[in-house]
């Protein structure tokens, strides 16, 4: 018996004069007892009698066949409206800024590009080697313990076709994975891949390794998207859709061009799929990420990089 709700709902009735309540189809063992914990809830503020046993099917709440009905009732009242408040908490936390940031964080790249490369100049700084100091240099960070180069060279870039490049690919992506989680978090996570990324790159490429431009960035989030899927997903096919889209615009955009940084490009997927992978398989993806303030995220995702700097000018 379906209802309207997120959870289906069935009911068993046996020769007697007992029925069995049950989610359809829940993804686990664990998120069934918890489904049977709320319906409990739920149950007992109505004065309906019932209790939790095991059924030869799995957990269910056990009641008389005469209060089954008034029970699903219930049940799917209370279904749709947890839905709906879930819905909307979720489309107001995660949209609340996320667009507005991917904006102004594209654009905040753009000027940053004019300072790095001298063509805007503002207070002197245009005497700093930018480059020089930020991008990636495998012989720094592994023989002079300079490892903050990871984060620096995200922000800098050879010359506007680069730029571009990542800015519509980086925006592209950014924008979709600010919906799925809120913009702070997305930004923190794609930073923190993507340094991540960028230092394991190095450890495999060695000290020749030289390398800038935000590409491992949007690849990392490239990745942290394809590893999202579907929260409700019950087959394969439609839980790995998002890792096979994912997997071809790698191959797609991530391997063509002889100044192409390969490696840096598979890291940054690597890196922010396994991120995610590992996020879900603790139960934080959808759990306790949710409860973290967007603008604290996106807020040390900010210091993240402005410490970066700091250290390559001042060390």
């Keep these: 018996m379906t209802s309207q709700a997120q959870t289906e709902i069935l009911i068993e009735e046996t020769d007697g004069e007992q029925a069995y309540v049950r989610p359809a189809s829940p993804d686990s063992p664990m998120d069934a007892e918890q489904i049977l914990q709320d319906w409990s809830l739920v149950l007992c503020s ?36 947890n839905a709906q408040f879930v819905t909307d908490v979720n489309a107001a936390r995660k949209g609340n800024g996320s667009t507005e940031s991917v904006f102004w964080i594209m654009l905040a790249l753009a000027l940053w590009h004019g300072i790095s ?23 720094a960070m592994l023989e002079q313990g300079q490892w903050w180069r990871a984060l620096t060279s995200l922000t ?16 592209l992506f950014m924008h979709l994975l600010c919906q799925e989680t809120g913009g702070g978090i997305a930004w923190l996570l794609t930073i923190a891949a993507a340094g991540l990324a960028n230092a394991l790159n190095v450890l495999i490429q060695g000290p020749p ?22 929260p409700r997903a019950k087959r394969w096919p439609a839980a790995l859709a998002p890792l096979g889209a994912g997997l071809v615009l790698l191959a797609w955009l991530g391997s063509g061009g002889e100044r192409t940084d390969v490696g840096a490009h598979l890291s940054g997927f690597v890196v922010g799929l396994a991120l995610i992978f590992g ?27 402005l410490t970066a700097w700091m250290l390559a000018v001042i060390v």
């Design 209 to 230: 390794h030289l390398a800038i431009g935000a590409s491992t960035a949007v690849f990392a989030g490239l990745g942290l998207l394809s590893g999202m899927g579907s």
């Design 279 to 305: 996020l879900r398989k603790s139960g934080l993806e959808r759990g306790t990420l949710d409860h973290l303030p967007q603008n604290l995220c996106g807020l040390c995702a900010f210091a993240l990089i």
């Design 117 to 139: 490369q001298h063509q805007i100049k503002l207070f002197g700084i245009d005497d700093i080697q930018w480059l020089q100091l930020g991008r990636v240099d495998g012989r």
């Design 156 to 171: 800098l870039h050879a010359d506007a076709k680069h730029l571009l490049s990542n800015i519509v690919f980086g925006g």
């Design 46 to 81: 109505m004065h309906i009698p019932h209790r939790i046993v095991q059924h030869k099917m799995g957990a269910a709440l056990s009641l008389s066949r005469d209060s089954a009905q008034k029970a699903r009732e219930q049940i799917v009242l209370f279904e749709a409206e």
